[in-house]
C-alpha cells in the first residue's frame, strides 16, 4: 500500500473535534430539526392542504423517503469528516466518480441562505409574540382581537423588520463566537421543556371540547380532494422538518464517533421530530374548531390559536411567555444549523475570520428577510407564481431545492460510493443496510422525482386515477 493509500484508508478525524457522546449528536440534530417547522408550519399546511390525507403522505415521506436520507447524508459526512463541500469533493473523486459532486454542497450554502431569510422573520414573529405574553396582551380576548392583535403586527412592516433584526443580531453573535457547548445545553433543556408544555397544551384541547372534531380533521384521510401540488408541499415538509437535503445534517455527521450507530441516531430525531409535529397538529385543530376559525388559514394559525389558548386559561400569561420563549429557543438552534454550511464555507475559500463571516453572512441573509418581511404588508398584494415572495421563497427551498437535494445525497450514497464504504458506515451488511440500500437506491430518488413530474403535470393521469 503507498503513503497515499494508507493515508485514504485511515480512519478519518475531524479538524473541529467529536461530538462527545452518542446523545450529543442526537440531540444537535434533534435541535436543528425540532423548530418552526413543527409548530408553526406543519399545522397550516395541514391546514391549507385538507388535513388527513396530507398527514399520511407526509408521514410516508418522513418514514419511506425522510429516513433513509437521512442516514445517506450522515453516512456521507462521517465517511468525509469535513465540510459538506469538501466532504462531496472529496469522496467524489475517492469513490472513483468526479470532485463536481463538490456543487451539491454548495447547493447547501445557498439553500440555508434562502431559508433562513425568512425563518429569521417568522422566528422575529416568535420574539415579538414573548414580549405579548408577558405583557398579558392575550388575556381575556375574544377570536377576532386575538387575530387583529396578528394582523396589526405583521401589517407593521417596521415592527416586524426590528424583530427579525434582533433575531439576526442574536444569532449572527452566536455563529461568530462557535456555540457547540452553549448549543448542546439549551436543547438538553428545550426538546424536553417544549414537549412537556405540548403535553399541558393536549390536556387543554382534550377539554376544548372540539378534540374528536380536530382529530378527525388530522387523521380522517380524504385522498379526493389531495392534488399532486400537495403531495409535494407534503414531502417537501418532510425534508424541512428533518432539515435534510442540504447538508446541514451532513456537516453535524462530520463530528459523529466512528463508533456510533448512524440508524439509531437518525431513528430517535425522526421519531422526536415526528412526534412534535403530531402533538402541535393535535393541539391546534381542535383549538382551530373549538373558536369557528379556518384551518386553512395559513401562516398566523398558531400565532392566534395558541395566544387564545393562554388567554382563557388560567396561569395563562406564564405559560403564554414559557411557550413563545421555547419556541424562539427551537427557531434559533435551528437557525445556526441553517447558516453554518455558507460561514463554514467563507471561512475556508475567503480565508476570513468566523466573526467576518458570520457578519457578512448574516448581514446578507437580514437584508434578504426583507423579502419576507414586506410580504405580510406592503407587498402581501404582489404576487407571482406561487404567491408572494415570502411563499416563492418558501416553495423554491422546501419543494425544490430539498428533495433535489435528497435525490443527489440518496444517489451519491447508494450508487456512487462501493458497498463496503456504505456498509462499513451503517454497521456491516445486514438486514437494516439492506432496507436502507434498497430505500436509497430506488424508493427514494424515483419517488422524489416522480412527485416533482406529477406536480408540474409532466407526466399523464393514470385511467381511473
Ligand atoms: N428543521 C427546521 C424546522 O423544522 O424548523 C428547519 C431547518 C433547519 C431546515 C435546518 C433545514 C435546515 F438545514
Not at 430539526?33 to 399545522?43: E, Q, R, S, T, Y
Not at 417568522?122 to 420574539?127: K, L
Not at 438538553?188 to 403535553?199: D, S
Not at 382534550?206 to 399532486?228: K, Q, R, V
Request: a neutral charge.
Amino acid at each position: 500500500m503507498t503513503t497515499e493509500e494508507a493515508a485514504v484508508k485511515a480512519p478519518r478525524t475531524s479538524l473541529h473535534g467529536q461530538w462527545s457522546s452518542r446523545m450529543a449528536f442526537v440531540l444537535a440534530v434533534t435541535g436543528s430539526a425540532v423548530g418552526l417547522g413543527n409548530i408553526w408550519k406543519f399545522p397550516y399546511i395541514a391546514g391549507q392542504n385538507g388535513g388527513g390525507a396530507f398527514v399520511i403522505v407526509y408521514l410516508f415521506c418522513v418514514f419511506l423517503i425522510g429516513m433513509p436520507v437521512m442516514m445517506s447524508e450522515i453516512l456521507i459526512g462521517r465517511r468525509g469528516r469535513r465540510n459538506p463541500v469538501a466532504t462531496m469533493a472529496l469522496l467524489g473523486e475517492e469513490e472513483g466518480s468526479s470532485k463536481h459532486w463538490r456543487l451539491v454542497g454548495s447547493m447547501s450554502v445557498i439553500g440555508g441562505i434562502l431559508i433562513l431569510s425568512y425563518y429569521s422573520v417568522i422566528a422575529g414573529w416568535t420574539v415579538a409574540y414573548v414580549e405579548k405574553s408577558v405583557t398579558g396582551s392575550f388575556v381575556g380576548r375574544s377570536p377576532a382581537e386575538i387575530a387583529s392583535i396578528f394582523g396589526t403586527f405583521t401589517g407593521n412592516w417596521v415592527s416586524v423588520a426590528v424583530a427579525h433584526t434582533i433575531f439576526m443580531a442574536i444569532n449572527i453573535l452566536v455563529v461568530a463566537r462557535g456555540v457547540e457547548r452553549g448549543l448542546e445545553q439549551a436543547v438538553k433543556f428545550m426538546v424536553p421543556a417544549l414537549l412537556v408544555l405540548m403535553l399541558v397544551l393536549l390536556g387543554y384541547a382534550i377539554n376544548s371540547g372540539h378534540f374528536a372534531e380536530g382529530l378527525a380533521f388530522m387523521l380522517t384521510p380524504n385522498f379526493d380532494a389531495l392534488t399532486w401540488d400537495s403531495v409535494l408541499v407534503a414531502m417537501g415538509q418532510a425534508f424541512f422538518t428533518l432539515s435534510i437535503g442540504m447538508g446541514a445534517v451532513m456537516a453535524y455527521g462530520a463530528y459523529l464517533p466512528a463508533e456510533t450507530s448512524i440508524t439509531n441516531a437518525s431513528a430517535a430525531v425522526v421519531v422526536a421530530d415526528t412526534m412534535i409535529a403530531l402533538l402541535a397538529g393535535l393541539v391546534i385543530f381542535p383549538l382551530v374548531f373549538a373558536n369557528d376559525l379556518n384551518p386553512a388559514d395559513g401562516p398566523g394559525l398558531v400565532f392566534v390559536t395558541l395566544p387564545l389558548a393562554f388567554g382563557q386559561m388560567s396561569g395563562g400569561v406564564v405559560f403564554a411567555t414559557l411557550f413563545f420563549v421555547l419556541l424562539t429557543f427551537a427557531a434559533w438552534t435551528s437557525a445556526i444549523g441553517l447558516m453554518e454550511p455558507a460561514v463554514a464555507w467563507v471561512v475556508e475559500r475567503f480565508h476570513r475570520s468566523r466573526a467576518q463571516a458570520a457578519l457578512m453572512i448574516g448581514g446578507l441573509i437580514w437584508a434578504l428577510g426583507f423579502g419576507t418581511v414586506l410580504s405580510f404588508n406592503v407587498l402581501a398584494e404582489t404576487r407571482f407564481f406561487k404567491g408572494t415572495i415570502f411563499d416563492n421563497i418558501d416553495h423554491l427551498t422546501s419543494n425544490i431545492m430539498l428533495p433535489l437535494g435528497g435525490v443527489f445525497i440518496t444517489v451519491f450514497a447508494s450508487w456512487v460510493m462501493c458497498r463496503n464504504s456504505s456498509a462499513e458506515e451503517l454497521g456491516g451488511a445486514g438486514t437494516v443496510y439492506s432496507i436502507w440500500r434498497f430505500l436509497a437506491r430506488y424508493l427514494a430518488p424515483l419517488a422524489i422525482i416522480f412527485v416533482f413530474l406529477k406536480a408540474v403535470g409532466l407526466l399523464p393521469e393514470f385511467s381511473g386515477a
